[in-house]
């Protein structure tokens, strides 16, 4: 998949794609929908399959202090876009310029004259333009007046409930990883690059690969069973594990962040990129009596853990 950044100055080859247009923050079974039709579309008018997002999420951009929302950073979207079969992800800068643009300026500057895209496809709940003016019925309009292709799709619903980033929110604030994948039709996931920490773990027996979640919408603080993609370097693969996502209330007051213990691994991974999947949600965080009392958890949770990915 290739990555365009710039809509002002791409080049020829990557101009005419067929694209879903959106933030697809956790990249979730109605945004899956919506790049299908796209993708159908592609095909029937010989062009190549893109999604036009924006960097940082508009949301993000507007509310710059708010509470971390999102259920993806930029490099998590891009590998699940990537792994749908997207070929061409135009990740726009999300600026004072972009944003000031009224949606016909949008269209015309964007859409026709930047990107030369020959059909776009949005949801049903889609805005766009200075003050979020434009709607689904205004780009129909505009594809008419300027010359490209416009399809409209239903939100997606699932067991009677619609599908949305709000809600798959809502399941990982409750320990619900279960119940967020299967609105996400896959694994949530956080990615990213192992960071160096206190190396406490590795001192306790369990070392542990760590990752900062800021920026990002917290899941449930507490133990996880977890899968680990190792994206890069010589010890790329997938790995099973147990993770920590919070504070680590043991050791004082800490950032939140994932620490992921890999079964079955040695090695030095610390600035490889990797990919954890929350699978079950295993127990809270909490405050031991002793750090032998830890560890002996640490072995509980670990053969649970076990337990659980072999029976997937």
Request: aromatic share 8%; glycine share 10%.
């Amino acid at each position: 998949m290739r990555i365009i950044r710039d809509f002002q100055f791409i080049d020829e080859g990557d101009r005419g794609a067929s694209v879903a247009i959106g933030n697809f923050d956790g990249v979730h079974l109605g945004h899956q929908y919506v790049i299908d039709i796209a993708r159908a579309e592609a095909v029937k008018i010989a062009a190549p399959l893109g999604v036009v997002t924006f960097e940082p999420h508009p949301r993000e951009y507007f509310a710059p202090k708010a509470p971390p929302f999102r259920l993806m950073n930029a490099e998590g979207r891009a590998h699940r876009l990537d792994w749908l079969g997207v070929e061409k992800l135009y990740e726009l800068s999300f600026n004072d310029t972009l944003s000031a643009k009224t949606p016909e300026a949008f269209a015309r500057d964007v859409i026709v004259e930047g990107l030369g895209l020959k059909h776009v496809v949005v949801g049903e709940d889609f805005h766009f333009g200075k003050d979020r003016a434009g709607n689904p019925g205004t780009l129909t309009d505009l594809g008419e007046k300027l010359g490209f292709g416009v399809t409209v799709a239903p939100l997606m619903h699932h067991t009677g409930e619609e599908v949305s980033s709000t809600a798959i929110r809502a399941a990982l604030s409750e320990g619900r990883p279960r119940d967020a994948a299967r609105m996400l039709g896959h694994w949530h996931r956080i990615d990213g690059k192992v960071i160096r920490g206190d190396q406490r773990g590795r001192d306790l027996g369990y070392p542990t690969a760590n990752m900062s979640i800021r920026g990002l919408h917290p899941p449930k603080f507490g133990v996880y069973a977890v899968r680990v993609d190792v994206l890069t370097g010589p010890h790329a693969g997938t790995y099973g594990g147990a993770a920590s996502m919070g504070v680590r209330p043991m050791f004082g007051e800490n950032l939140p962040n994932l620490e992921s213990y890999l079964f079955d691994f040695t090695g030095d991974i610390y600035d490889a990129h990797v990919s954890v999947a929350l699978i079950e949600y295993l127990r809270p965080e909490e405050v031991f009596s002793s750090v032998d009392a830890l560890i002996a958890q640490m072995g509980a949770d670990c053969a649970r853990a076990r337990d659980i990915l072999a029976a997937l």
